[in-house]
C-alpha cells in the first residue's frame, strides 16, 4: 500500500523553530519529486516547498524563502521541512506530497499523486 505519514507539527511561539518529518511506504518514492503544501482553515491549499528525486533541485514559496529548508533521505524514505522563524502566518495544516513518475519538483497541486493525512503547526503570537 502506497502511504505518506507526516510527524512533528505542534504549537510554537513566533520566532521559533519545528521539524516535519515525511516517512514513505516505498522506496519507489524515492526516484519522484516530493513536496509541502499547507492549508489554513478558509483557504485553499498552498504550495510550500518541493524538492527532486535526487535533492539537487528544491523551490520554495517567496513567504518562507530563508527560514525553511527541505531535504530528503533516500536510505530512510523520509522528506524533511525544517522550519525557523516561524510566524503566525505559517499556522495551518502542513501536508507532504509525492509526484509519481516524474523526477523534478512542482509547484501545482495538481502535479503530486499521493498526499499525507496531514499535521498541525500552531504558532502563537
Known amino acids: 500500500q502506497v502511504r505518506l505519514e507526516e510527524s512533528g507539527g505542534g504549537l510554537v511561539q513566533a520566532g521559533g523553530s519545528l521539524g516535519l518529518s515525511c516517512v514513505a511506504s516505498s522506496r519507489a518514492f524515492n526516484t519522484n519529486a516530493m513536496g509541502w503544501f499547507r492549508q489554513s482553515p478558509g483557504k485553499e491549499r498552498e504550495f510550500v516547498a518541493a524538492i527532486s528525486w535526487n535533492g539537487r533541485t528544491t523551490y520554495y514559496t517567496d513567504s518562507v524563502k530563508g527560514r525553511f529548508t527541505i531535504n530528503r533521505d533516500h536510505d530512510k524514505n523520509t522528506m524533511s521541512l525544517h522550519m525557523n522563524g516561524l510566524e503566525p502566518e505559517d499556522t495551518a495544516v502542513y501536508y507532504c506530497?509525492?509526484?509519481?513518475?516524474?523526477?523534478?519538483?512542482?509547484?501545482?497541486?495538481?502535479?503530486?499523486?499521493?498526499w499525507g493525512q496531514g499535521t498541525q503547526v500552531t504558532v502563537s503570537s
Open positions: 506530497a509525492a509526484r509519481w513518475g516524474a523526477a523534478e519538483p512542482s509547484d501545482r497541486t495538481d502535479a503530486y499523486m499521493y
